[in-house]
C-alpha cells in the first residue's frame, strides 16, 4: 500500500514539474508581448500553487536534466524583468503625456485669462506631481528582488556545472578502475594459462626423462 501511495506520489510530482517546464517554454517560445504576459503570469501562478513539489522533484532531477530547467527557470526571470521595464517605462510615458496636456490646458487658460502667475503656479504643481508619481515606479516595478533571484540561479548553475564535471571526472575514473581490474582479470587469465602450459611441459619433460631412463637400461 506504502509503495503504491509512493509511485502515484511519484507520478504525481512527474506531471506537475512536466507541466511547469511546458509553461516555462511557453512563455519563452511566444513572440507577442500580450501573449507572453499572460503565459508568465500563469506560469508564476503555477509556481505559486505547486511550489512545494515542483522544487521537491527538480531536486531529484540527474545533474543535466536539473540544469536544463534551471536554466529556463532564468530565462524566464530575464522576460519577467523585460516585462516590468517594458510596463514601467509605458507608465512613465502615460505620465508625461498626461502632464503635457494639463501643463498645455493651464496655459491656454492661463493665456485666456491673461494670468501669468497662474500659469506659472500650475507648472510647478504639474510638475511636482508628475515628479512624484515617476518616482513611484521604482517601487510599483520593483526588479530588485527578481534580480536577486536571477543571480541566486545563476550561483546554482555553475554548482551543477561543477557537479556535473565532478561527476564526469568520477566516472572516468570508475571507467579506469573497471579498465584496471579487467586487465589485473586479464594477467590472472594469462598466469592461469601460463601456470597450466608450464605444468604441462613438466609433465613432458618428466615422460621424456622416464624414455631416457628406460632406453639407458
Do not use: C
Not at 102 to 112: I, K, S
Not at 116 to 136: H, N
Not at 159 to 174: A, D, G, H, S, V
Request: hydrophobic share 35%.
Amino acid at each position: 500500500m506504502d509503495e503504491k501511495k509512493e509511485e502515484e506520489h511519484k507520478n504525481t510530482g512527474e506531471e506537475t514539474v512536466k507541466k511547469y517546464v511546458d509553461l516555462l517554454d511557453n512563455t519563452l517560445e511566444t513572440r507577442n508581448p500580450k501573449e507572453k504576459i499572460k503565459w508568465i503570469n500563469k506560469t508564476k501562478d503555477y509556481l505559486l500553487s505547486h511550489s512545494y513539489i515542483i522544487q521537491k522533484y527538480i531536486e531529484n532531477l540527474d545533474v543535466r536534466e536539473k540544469y536544463k530547467v534551471i536554466l529556463k527557470l532564468k530565462r524566464f526571470k530575464e522576460e519577467e524583468i523585460l516585462k516590468k521595464e517594458t510596463a514601467e517605462k509605458d507608465y512613465t510615458k502615460v505620465i508625461f503625456m498626461f502632464s503635457l496636456l494639463l501643463m498645455l490646458l493651464m496655459a491656454v487658460l492661463g493665456l485666456t485669462n491673461k494670468d501669468e502667475l497662474f500659469i506659472i503656479y500650475s507648472f510647478i504643481v504639474i510638475i511636482a506631481f508628475t515628479m512624484l508619481l515617476v518616482s513611484t515606479t521604482g517601487y510599483m516595478y520593483d526588479v530588485s528582488g527578481t534580480r536577486r533571484e536571477i543571480k541566486n540561479i545563476e550561483n546554482w548553475l555553475i554548482e551543477l556545472r561543477e557537479e556535473e564535471e565532478l561527476i564526469k571526472e568520477n566516472n572516468f575514473l570508475k571507467q579506469q578502475g573497471q579498465e584496471n581490474i579487467n586487465d589485473i582479470d586479464l594477467l590472472k587469465k594469462e598466469n592461469k594459462t601460463f601456470k597450466q602450459n608450464n605444468k604441462k611441459l613438466e609433465e613432458e619433460i618428466e615422460e621424456l626423462k622416464l624414455k631416457l631412463s628406460n632406453y639407458i637400461k
